[in-house]
């Protein structure tokens, strides 16, 4: 299956739109990071927040303590794996570590674009190659550009996400202030996860690049990502609506 095709299933866009318009319908999809301590912990918040939340994230605080145990969990919940290990080595084995990602069936996966092309390029193919052998859909690659913790200059961002984009990434991981910089200057359709999600006046932790949900849905991008506002308080479910409300 093609790029564009499964973009365009996992994406819900106007069929009329052209190559030039930016890949967003003003509509996006909140995915929960699931950075607990233990499988226990991570199925409560999957029980909790599943179906109003359908994609939780898996980093690598929750993958080295469970492994594939946390990934099944939630295939067979009904929900997809965000698998966000952030692969950077080289491109032999990223490859190895992308095909065993598409066994484990996620949704998504990231890899650093700093790794450079040979490696995203590996990353890209394998996942095709695997998924076609196994006759599933292939996950959706995403770079991480600059983590959401640090200061980043917008040009930096950009030439991180044409490099992934133009090696046959999915999309980037960029917070919201870039978002809209990146969707006036890359004409490919891409798909954009923002982190650093916070409610208006809502602690930032050590996030340094945040931005309210609404904020980063006006600035294109498609999957936002929450944790520690929905996972440090009492009430998971109204902490989600107030984020999304606000
Ligand atoms: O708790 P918080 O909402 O800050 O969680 C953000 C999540 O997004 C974390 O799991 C973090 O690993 C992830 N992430 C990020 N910045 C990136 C890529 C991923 O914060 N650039």
């Known amino acids: ?28 999809e909140i995915i929960l990071a699931l ?13 909790k927040l599943y179906p109003r939340i359908k994609i939780f994230k898996v980093g690598s605080q929750l993958f080295t303590i469970c492994g594939p145990r946390i990934t099944e969990f939630i295939n067979k919940k009904g929900a997809g794996v965000f ?10 084995t990223v490859a190895g570590a992308v095909r065993s990602a598409v066994r484990l069936r996620v949704k998504m996966l990231t890899l650093h674009i700093s790794g450079g092309q040979k490696m995203i390029k590996a990353a890209v193919d ?18 991480v550009t600059v983590l959401t913790s640090k200061k980043a200059k917008p040009g930096e961002v950009l030439r991180l996400a044409r490099l992934g984009i133009g090696c046959g990434l999915d999309g980037v991981v960029c917070s919201a202030q870039e978002a809209d910089f990146l969707r006036k ?14 409610p208006k006046r809502g602690a930032v932790h050590d996030q340094k690049r945040t931005a309210t949900a609404k904020e980063a849905i006006k600035a294109g991008s498609n999957f936002l990502v929450v944790g520690r506002p ?14 999304l409300l606000k």
């Open 185 to 198: 200057n890359i004409r490919d359709k891409f798909l954009i996860v923002t982190p650093g999600i916070r």
């Open 230 to 243: 929905i996972l440090e308080t009492k009430d998971p479910i109204l902490a989600l609506k107030d984020i």
């Open 126 to 143: 394998v996942a095709r190659k695997e998924s076609y052998g196994l006759k599933i859909k292939r996950p959706l690659l995403f770079g």
């Open 35 to 47: 950075d607990v301590e233990s499988f226990s912990q991570a199925k409560y918040f999957v029980n």
């Open 1 to 28: 299956m093609s790029r564009k095709m499964i973009n365009e299933e996992v994406y819900h866009r106007d069929p009329d739109a052209t190559q030039k318009q930016p890949q967003h319908s003003g509509k996006a």
């Open 83 to 92: 698998l966000d290990l952030k692969f950077f080595d080289i491109p032999n």
